[in-house]
């Protein structure tokens, strides 16, 4: 995993006084990224983005974050993996060629597809779990965006002066200037109810986590437009009444095939992996299916 963390605010402070602020963000999610950190500011426009990067799929500096897109239009910081980067990667050459590639990272390959159709047709596009900030330097808007189920967190707080912060764990919001946190009475009762907080709530009053398979937009000085690009019911109730009209084997068969497609997409990496064991089916069957898709053998880890 890796560790965003930045804020818009009104390009009154110095470059210095941004990066000391930014800094001060990303320090606290050192152990979601402990390979690399990175900042990029832009004074004027009062933006400052950090990144805390653990290394996945291109380990060198071609894949450090935050990124500038190849048009220099856009700037980006991502939390994530994509599991579709090769389908999406051959997208972007047949829609704009030549592409003269950095890297093969799968952040550089997300950027310049927001480059070419922008953020939320884009979005619809990708195969993954993420959580991304984009700012558009011409338009100087700020994007966020969390992946369809809500693997990577992300959370956002408009502070009363109008700066508007962003972070992947509240802690990182803490060394904020004037950032307080206080307890939501509201998030309170939800966890006495509930065991858990739900979204958009957090324990932190002001604070709130973008949904799953939802985008902000905001600009400098105005309220954060939100929106829905994926709906998990209304899938799910278009494939029922596909599967109602299947027979049994037919569905299990489907459902092997998507399993297997599923595992050996994930298995795309730079560094070993493995996998946790549980003692359950689920973890079992993922086991199972990596070992069929590997010509070595697959670690495994009991906790």
Not at 58 to 84: C, F, H, I, K, T
Not at 198 to 208: D, E, F, K, Y
Not at 288 to 299: E, I, K, P
């Amino acid at each position: 995993m890796c560790g965003i963390a930045g804020f818009l605010g009104r390009g009154q402070s110095s470059t210095d006084e941004l990066g000391r602020r930014v800094r001060a963000m990303t320090s606290t999610l050192s152990q979601r990224g402990p390979d690399a950190d990175g900042f990029w500011i832009d004074q004027q426009a009062g933006i400052a983005i950090g990144h805390r990067r653990l290394s996945i799929i291109d380990l060198s500096d071609a894949g450090a974050q935050p990124m500038l897109s190849a048009d220099e239009r856009w700037v980006m910081s991502y939390n994530g993996e994509l599991y579709n980067t090769a389908e999406l990667r051959r997208e972007v050459e047949e829609a704009r060629e030549p592409v003269n590639w950095r890297g093969h990272s799968d952040t550089e390959v997300i950027l310049e597809a927001v480059s070419i159709w922008g953020v939320p047709a884009t979005i619809k596009k990708l195969n993954g779990m993420f959580a991304i900030v984009f700012w558009d330097r011409r338009d100087r808007r700020l994007w966020l965006v969390r992946d369809r189920l809500g693997v990577k967190p992300l959370l956002w707080s408009l502070q009363p002066d109008g700066t508007f912060l962003f972070a992947s764990e509240l802690r990182a919001l803490a060394p904020f200037p004037n950032f307080s946190l206080r307890v939501d009475p509201q998030a309170a009762v939800a966890f006495m109810r509930h065991a858990c907080v739900p979204a958009p709530l957090t324990i932190c009053q002001g604070v709130r986590k973008l949904p799953p398979a939802h985008i902000l937009a905001v600009e400098q000085g105005r309220e954060p437009k939100i929106s829905c690009y994926w709906d998990l019911l209304e899938v799910a109730g278009e494939n029922q009444r596909r599967m109602d009209r299947r027979p049994d084997t037919e569905i299990a068969d489907e459902l092997d095939d998507l399993l297997r497609d599923a595992v050996i997409r994930q298995m795309v990496s730079d560094v070993p992996l493995g996998a946790f064991l549980s003692g359950g089916i689920d973890s079992s069957t993922v086991v199972a299916l990596m070992q069929a898709q590997s010509g070595r053998r697959v670690h495994t880890f009991s906790i």
